[in-house]
């Protein structure tokens, strides 16, 4: 008989954390080329009721989450799981990726990013070291294709039915995208604010690829 305890459940896009907890996430923050795309999606965004537009120096793309409090992660830990990560990750070459356009999600405006595969190949590493070094099964991906946030919306104020309406002025904007090289990720410490419409982080290590 499996007695082993059930996968803890992954939480929703915009979802509050447990008061106190903050996590670990793999990023990728090496977004340059992408902040005048974001700028000129602004104006859209600016116009959205109850939409809170990402700052430049919080822009990231989620690779993968560890899913419980990092304070409940040792030092010890953390040591051998920045090793490992830096050990896989770096059995991966940099690749391109392009950034944009921007689509109207549920609780963010997000840029979509493509292609998909060497991206992909990031996350399951990233997942899998993470799920081999810290006990507990708490590694997760990001959640569906890569993409970056330009903005979330507040746990509080509910679905927007007008999102149909954003995307089609989100489909105007020049310029629409970027092309990026990605040379590397890192593992940081993320806060959520008390709205879920802010996550902002301190940095833990670099983790190049290849």
């Known amino acids: ?50 939409e809170v537009a990402v700052p430049h120096q919080w822009l990231h793309a989620t690779i993968a989450s560890i899913e419980c409090d990092a304070a409940d992660i040792s030092s010890e830990t953390r040591h051998r799981l920045v090793g490992s990560l830096r050990d896989r990750v770096g059995e991966q070459e940099s690749f391109g990726l392009t950034v944009g356009p921007a689509l109207a999600a549920t609780g963010a405006i997000m840029l979509d990013t493509s292609p998909d595969e060497e991206f992909q190949r990031l996350v399951r590493t990233c997942v899998d070291v993470i799920n081999e070094v810290v006990d507990g099964g708490f590694g997760r991906p990001c959640g569906g294709p890569g993409h970056v946030s330009l903005s979330y919306r507040p746990d509080s104020v509910g679905a927007d039915t007008k999102r149909g309406a954003i995307q089609n002025h989100l489909r105007d904007v ?37």
């Open 174 to 210: 020049r310029p629409g995208r970027a092309e990026i090289t990605v040379t590397g990720v890192d593992l940081v410490r993320v806060i959520q604010s008390e709205d879920a419409s802010t996550y902002t982080w301190e940095t833990v290590a670099r983790i190049p690829l290849g």
């Open 1 to 50: 008989m499996n007695t082993s305890a059930p996968e803890p459940e992954s939480p929703r896009s915009g979802q509050r954390w447990p008061e106190g907890w903050t996590k670990l996430h793999v990023y990728l923050t090496d977004l340059e080329e992408v902040k005048p795309v974001a700028d000129s999606y602004r104006p859209v965004i600016e116009e959205v009721s109850d």
